[in-house]
Structure formats: structure tokens, C-alpha cells
Nanobody, 118 residues
Framework: QVQLVESGGGLVQPGGSLRLSCAVSGSIFSIGGMGWYRQCPGKERELVATIRNGGSTNYADSVKGRFTISRDNAKKTVYLQMNSLKPEDTAVYYC????????????WGQGTQVTVSS
């Protein structure tokens, strides 16, 4: 059984920083692309950042220059460093990964709340 476990969310003041982590566990053959998405109440889930197995990255325009996605393949973990946080970054952040067990499938974490408020 594949599990994605997120950590690192919380309450931070505007201008502050947080680092999210997402560890993949289970009987895994391989991990492909990984990413972070977020969802605000009443809104659809939106892409924040993705990173391919080779390291190439993609960011939403709203977070470019402030957020950095990275991964440690040995630890099966993806990170999201969030700097210069704004109130509009407040959301539940979800980790996503393409994982090969017997075939490739998409998996999601349970979500972690990030609140940016003074």
C-alpha cells in the first residue's frame, strides 16, 4: 500500500517562511513526477509546483520566485520551500506523486493546512 505523508504546515505571519515535506512509503518500484497542489475553501484544487524525476521544475505564476520545489530520491521525499508568504497563500496543501507498484498510478497525500495571517 502506497502512502504519502505530508508535514510542515502551520500558521505563519505574512512575509514568513515554511517548508513542507512529503514522504512516500510502501512497496514501490519507482517514483516519477512529484508535485504540490493547494485548495482554498470553495475553490478548485490548483497546481503549485511540480518536479520531474530528472529534476526539471514547473511553477504556478503566483508562486514563482517565492517557492522552491525539490526532491530527495533516496529518501523518496519531495519538499516545498515557501518564502515571502502572503495571506492569499493560505490553503490546504496536497502532495502528489506518480508511483509504479505493478503499474503507474497517481497518489495523493492527506493535505496539510498552511495559514498566513498576522
Amino acid at each position: 500500500q502506497v502512502q504519502l505523508v505530508e508535514s510542515g504546515g502551520g500558521l505563519v505571519q505574512p512575509g514568513g517562511s515554511l517548508r513542507l515535506s512529503c514522504a512516500v512509503s510502501g512497496s514501490i518500484f519507482s517514483i516519477g513526477g512529484m508535485g504540490w497542489y493547494r485548495q482554498c475553501p470553495g475553490k478548485e484544487r490548483e497546481l503549485v509546483a511540480t518536479i520531474r524525476n530528472g529534476g526539471s521544475t514547473n511553477y504556478a505564476d503566483s508562486v514563482k520566485g517565492r517557492f522552491t520545489i525539490s526532491r530527495d530520491n533516496a529518501k523518496k521525499t519531495v519538499y516545498l520551500q515557501m518564502n515571502s508568504l502572503k495571506p492569499e497563500d493560505t490553503a490546504v496543501y496536497y502532495c502528489n506523486a506518480e508511483v509504479a507498484v505493478t503499474r503507474w498510478s497517481q497518489y495523493w497525500g492527506q493535505g496539510t493546512q498552511v495559514t498566513v495571517s498576522s
